[in-house]
């Protein structure tokens, strides 16, 4: 059998090898996959680290927040601040963006991140995760100062250089993109190392298996509506095919079983707030989502247009999100187009 690959032999390769990161983005993947091993110890002790509950505070999106939720987010802002790989850091759970202190020196690249994902699922042992997505810092114009503000982030996710996530679940495990492909990691608790367990993940194009919180189909409007029906009509149907339906509440876990046998997941628009365009948000959740899914030969939409062709004009913009298998996206995707 062939010696495993670490997540650290993986980057120097992509690095040397194959050119195709430099090496202070190897440097900043190697800190988020160390912030994440630190993640899913806190995790795992659950109750024993006091880690579960409320932290009774409301993050700049009007959601409480777990304690989890904070705790992640300052172990991604310590293990990131003082490499000297980053400028600065934005996360669902603050509010303005982190500027990397004058200390430390100033790296080149913009983190963004969902410190924890799907935090209605910490308290029930259900599995949750932490999403990245990584960018560069937009060049100055010369003459222009070099600070780092929030416009530099908004960015197309198109733009992104990497994007991941890592699902704390019955494993703990690390999935990667930098534009070739995805990999997928998992956490060797007793070497303490992410080894190389999946190469080139491919969505299937045709699933039988959708992704939706039905309880709000009554919201929905008529596109989504439709989709759903024809999938729930089964063998008799439209479709001609029975489908199943599984709705895990943590995006990580439901991306992840779509990655793994593919799928189709959906959190839409819906009428209760018509100004709010979706649940999720761009560029912490729909954007990594959106790199990874697309590198495994999936596709993502917000029934309009891809959702990596979006110009973000705010931090903590939020979207309306279908993705997964390319032709079953494509689908609901041309139902919207015909309204
Ligand atoms: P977060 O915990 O970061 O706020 O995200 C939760 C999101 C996402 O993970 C999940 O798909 C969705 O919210 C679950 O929503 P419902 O509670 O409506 O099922
Ligand atoms: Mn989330
Ligand atoms: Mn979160």
């Not at 024993?48 to 409320?54: E, K, M, R």
């Not at 904070?70 to 990131?80: F, H």
């Not at 018509?274 to 590198?295: C, F, H, I, S």
Request: hydrophobic fraction near 40%; proline fraction near 5%.
């Amino acid at each position: 059998m062939s010696k495993p690959i670490s997540l650290t032999r993986y980057l120097v390769e992509q690095q040397r090898v194959d050119g195709h990161i430099p090496s202070h983005l190897r440097l900043l993947l190697e800190v988020v996959a160390r912030a994440c091993k630190s993640i899913s110890q806190a995790v795992n002790k659950g109750d024993l680290g006091g880690v579960l509950g409320s932290a009774s505070t409301e993050n700049v999106q009007g959601e409480m927040q777990k304690k989890l939720d904070i705790i992640a987010n300052e172990v991604l802002i310590e293990a990131n601040e003082w490499g000297g790989h980053l400028a600065a850091m934005a996360s669902e759970e603050m509010e303005g963006i982190y500027v990397v202190p004058n200390r430390y020196p100033q790296g080149e690249y913009l983190l963004l991140f969902d410190p924890l994902d799907g935090s209605s699922n910490i308290d029930v042992n259900v599995s949750i995760g932490t999403i990245f997505s990584v960018l560069k810092k937009p060049e100055g114009l010369p003459g222009q100062s070099q600070g780092v503000s929030e416009q530099d982030f908004l960015q197309a996710g198109a733009q992104q250089v990497a994007a991941g996530y890592c699902v704390f679940g019955p494993q703990t495990t690390l999935v990667l993109t930098v534009g070739d492909g995805v990999a997928m990691f998992t956490l060797d608790r007793e070497q303490g190392s992410f080894i190389l367990t999946r190469e080139n993940v491919q969505i299937p194009p045709d699933t039988q298996e959708f992704a939706i919180n039905m309880s709000n189909m009554r919201h929905w409007d008529e596109p989504v509506q439709r989709y759903v029906n024809e999938c729930l009509a089964g063998k008799e149907g439209p479709r001609g095919k029975d489908f199943n339906m599984r709705w895990v509440a943590s995006m990580v876990a439901d991306v992840h079983r779509i990655l793994t046998r593919g799928g189709i997941f959906m959190y839409p628009w819906d009428k209760r707030e018509p100004n709010k365009p979706g649940k999720l948000r761009l560029m912490y959740e729909a954007n990594p989502m959106g790199m990874v899914v697309e590198q495994a030969g999936g596709a993502i939409t917000n029934g309009q247009q891809r959702i990596l062709d979006i110009q973000p004009t705010k931090l903590h913009e939020r979207v309306s999100v279908i993705l997964g298998s390319k032709n079953e996206v494509e689908r609901v995707t041309s139902y919207h187009a015909k309204l």
